[in-house]
């Protein structure tokens, strides 16, 4: 089973292992919205569990999903 979490070079690892690329998304935005409210920014981003990078298809999932979820 794949697994994501979200990570950047300055913010560091969420440390979960979501089982959806939504909810990695949702994380990586919670984590936007937090930094946005103390005047800074997220560098977070999803990725892969096991290290592999994120196919084509998980990106434009991933594209679909964020647009999705910030019109909602």
Do not use: W
Not at 5 to 24: K, Y
Not at 33 to 55: E, L, Q
């Amino acid at each position: 089973m794949k697994t994501y979490t979200t990570d950047g070079p300055v913010r560091g690892c969420c440390n979960h292992a979501h089982r959806s690329l939504e909810t990695a998304q949702r994380c990586a935005d919670q984590d936007a919205k937090d930094c946005g409210r103390h005047g800074g920014y997220s560098d977070r981003s999803v990725t892969r569990t096991d290290g592999d990078p994120i196919s084509e298809g998980e990106y434009y999932a991933l594209e679909d999903i964020a647009r999705r979820l910030r019109y909602s």
